[in-house]
């Protein structure tokens, strides 16, 4: 949501975003949304509990309107995040390393509520001096779901949101320069959950010897 000013509105395909003050934005459901696309909007469980969960990456949300006719949320208030237009991997690996970790708390966070952190698509971050943070929340679902599969899904989207950052900064990022053959199997091996190791244990180990993820990702 960088570049937008108080009184701005920006229209999606579900909702508008209204920016109501400098750190404050509504997003109002359109009625084609809320009639037929009922999934898109945000359940208040969910609403509820990750604004109560102290999570650090996760947009901060303050507050929705209810239609008790309808059984839905039909806007919310949430905090309004200025964004940059970074490069990922031409930052320093320890921007990569912290947020993953972050979100990986996160997701620890939510995984025992049963959660699921659906649509974590790399259009849906916003990316701040320090962090990377997830803004569009309203596809997270309650899932009557174990524990264990509830953190597994969710780590598994984790991964997810990272590969699809890193694939397009590496399209970004080769047309400056030569495309080196093998670094999309790289980012697809640094973001794949395995089993033995913890996911963000293991990217801090890959990432940790080189300055940028650029050079990680082009050291054959």
């Known amino acids: 949501m960088s570049g937008y000013k108080f009184g701005s509105v920006i229209w999606g395909e579900h909702a508008s975003i209204n920016v109501i003050g400098d750190h404050m934005c ?6 084609e949304t809320l009639l037929l696309a009922r999934n ?9 509990t990750i604004k109560t969960s102290f999570l650090n990456n996760f947009g901060k949300l303050y507050s929705y309107t209810y239609n008790t006719e309808r059984r839905q949320i039909t806007r919310y208030i949430m905090q309004f995040y200025l964004g940059y237009d970074y490069n990922i991997l031409e930052m320093s690996v320890n921007y990569t390393i912290e947020n993953f970790s972050l979100l990986f708390d996160d997701i620890l966070t939510l995984s025992p509520k049963k959660i699921i952190t659906s649509d974590m698509n790399h259009t849906n971050v916003i990316f701040t001096d320090d962090k990377i943070i997830v803004i569009d929340l309203d596809n997270f679902k309650y899932a009557d779901l174990s524990v264990e599969e509830v953190t597994k899904i969710n780590i598994e989207n984790l991964c997810f949101l990272f590969r699809g950052l890193y694939k397009e900064a590496l399209y970004d990022y080769f047309k400056r320069e ?7 199997d790289k980012v697809i091996d640094l973001f794949t959950l395995t089993e033995g190791e913890s996911i963000s244990k293991s990217v801090c180990r890959k990432l940790r010897p080189y300055p940028k993820p650029i050079n990680y990702l082009c050291d054959m």
């Open 40 to 48: 898109r909007v945000f359940d208040p469980y969910v609403f509820s």
């Open 178 to 184: 030569c495309y080196i053959s093998g670094s999309i």
């Open 26 to 31: 509504e997003k109002v459901y359109t009625e």
